[in-house]
């Protein structure tokens, strides 16, 4: 049976977008389901666009998602090298041979020619199209006698080496995830293949590579549909067999109208990036936010495919393992941050509690606090169903660690009473005396009295919360109190009465 090898072919032009990972992400399952290859090539010959740190990124991203290539720059292999400018030497000569065949050719019209011919085409309201019906026309060895486009190629005049499109002939070919499609080669134009500053294009280079390599399925975003003719053309030129080819459907943005992008992220406040990348400080990371990667790994997997049941958590080896390109969405998947972080939610709580103390005591001593890993374990159990992200533990525990150091406005107009504050203090007093500070013997207390006094439960409870809190937040208040201490419990509460007493 035929050897699967997919790659994911990035090109290092700044940081790697969640719709890349994804991209990679299928290759890597598509890969290990079928006991294939997976491959990451660098596509970097345009080098205009170009970034620095841009291919280190993507590596990293790729480790930290768990999507680790079998073959690339770092892992090597017998196909390589795997950077595109590596390979550089290996692309004219292909160039030259769809010249010798005659399905390419030299094309020398200078950049301001071209733009001359786009203008007077605007002009008269049409879309200029280097093709068939026009070549005949330009400056090129098609149109220009043997002796004078040789003479031109002596003299070093600048050129490029365009493909040959056929004027009118339906191209037929097949698409994993779109099923079959048609195209006239009417409706495309003459592709430049090579450059003329000596290097490939995209186009060349990606068809050369994946012939080389022997990649079986071409995986891809549906972005690169629309040269998908060309590159069935191209092998066709070159008479090799074409890989199968599989387009993703977009990522969409929160709404569904249109693509998912880094300014979305921005205005919505949630990162489209797997990392931070350190070139621009707005671009946020999934991992820096706090996400978990078995999390964002999950949930991107379900970002344009199904697995045709409920199931909503996935381990990798469970995606590997149902995994099918039949199950990929055709149309756009709707990027959705509150359920990003429900994931994060799922993965967080199956943690353990010591995982997470382990986690969070980091967040506990850089705000200059110490507690034992247990004593962390106990807080963890508390608030562990209410946040999504470690981060979160303290916003949701801070009063275990520091007495509240402001009291909630709105709390205190709503629920402090002029009897509020001799309540407390009768309330402090009940907790005084007891010999053990218990949740349990705390609680029983304190209903007893309220119940004995025949006092509203509610008001004295909010306000107490109020005095221990600072808000009306946090979890149950016998919790809370038998955490702090008796101690501490009575300190609050002085305090509390205090501060708000002489502001009513
Ligand atoms: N270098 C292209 C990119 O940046 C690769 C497209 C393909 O997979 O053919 O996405």
Redesign the pocket.
Request: no cysteine.
């Given at each position: 049976m035929l050897q699967v090898r997919v790659r994911f072919?990035?090109?290092p032009t700044g940081p790697l977008h969640i719709g890349g990972v994804r991209t990679a992400l299928y290759n890597y399952l598509f890969a290990k389901k079928n006991n294939g290859v997976f491959i990451l090539r660098i596509?970097d010959t345009d080098q205009a666009r170009l970034v620095e740190g841009a291919e280190e990124y993507i590596m990293e991203s790729l480790k930290w998602c768990g999507i680790i290539p079998d073959e690339g720059i770092i892992e090597g292999g017998k196909y390589g090298p795997y950077r595109q400018s590596d390979r550089n030497r290996l692309f004219r000569q292909y160039a030259d041979i769809l010249v010798e065949k005659g399905e390419a050719y030299y094309a020398f019209d200078t950049p301001e020619q071209l733009e001359k011919l786009r203008t007077e085409s605007e002009k008269k309201g049409n879309t200029f199209i280097y093709n068939a019906s026009i070549r005949g026309k330009l400056n090129n060895s098609v149109s220009l006698p043997e002796s004078e486009w040789k003479a031109n190629l002596e003299k070093n005049k600048p050129y490029v080496i365009r493909y040959k499109m056929p004027l009118n002939e339906d191209i037929h070919f097949d698409d994993l995830v779109r099923g079959h499609i048609v195209v006239n080669t009417g409706t495309l134009d003459d592709k430049v293949l090579f450059k003329s500053d000596g290097m490939p294009t995209?186009h060349l280079a990606?068809i050369v590579d994946d012939h080389l390599m022997e990649i079986s399925h071409?995986i891809?975003?549906e972005e690169?549909l629309p040269s998908l003719p060309l590159h069935v053309m191209l092998y066709r030129s070159f008479g090799w067999e074409a890989p199968l080819f599989a387009h993703l459907p977009l990522l969409l943005k929160p709404d569904g109208k249109g693509k998912l992008s880094k300014r979305d992220g921005d205005r919505m406040g949630f990162p489209v990036f797997p990392l931070y990348w350190p070139y621009d400080e707005t671009a946020k990371g999934y991992r820096e936010e706090g996400y978990y990667p078995e999390a964002f790994v999950n949930m991107i997997a379900l970002l344009g495919w199904n697995p045709g049941t409920e199931q909503e958590i996935f381990s990798m080896e469970e995606l590997i393992n149902l995994f099918s390109i039949e199950r990929v969405h055709k149309s756009g998947s709707r990027f959705d941050p509150e359920k990003a972080k429900w994931f994060n939610h799922q993965y967080l709580k199956h943690r353990t509690n010591n995982q997470l103390a382990l986690e969070f005591r980091d967040f506990v001593r850089a705000r200059g606090y110490h507690m034992d890993i247990i004593e962390l374990e106990t807080l963890i159990s508390l608030v562990k169903e209410r946040v999504s992200f470690v981060k979160e533990i303290w916003q949701e525990t801070d009063f275990f660690f520091k007495a509240p150091e402001t009291y909630d406005q709105e709390v205190i107009k709503k629920r402090w009473k002029p009897e509020t504050s001799e309540l407390l203090l009768e309330l402090k007093s009940v907790l005084g005396n007891l010999e053990v500070f218990s949740p349990l013997s705390t609680e029983q207390a304190v209903k007893a009295w309220i119940e004995e006094k025949r006092y509203n439960t509610g008001a004295i409870m909010n306000a107490f919360r109020l005095v221990i809190v600072g808000e009306s937040r946090g979890p149950h208040m016998f919790d809370i109190i038998s955490w702090i201490g008796q101690e501490e419990t009575r300190k609050r509460i002085d305090k509390g009465v205090s501060v708000i007493g002489k502001q009513i």
């Open positions: 072919a990035p090109s596509e995209y990606n071409v891809r975003g690169w």
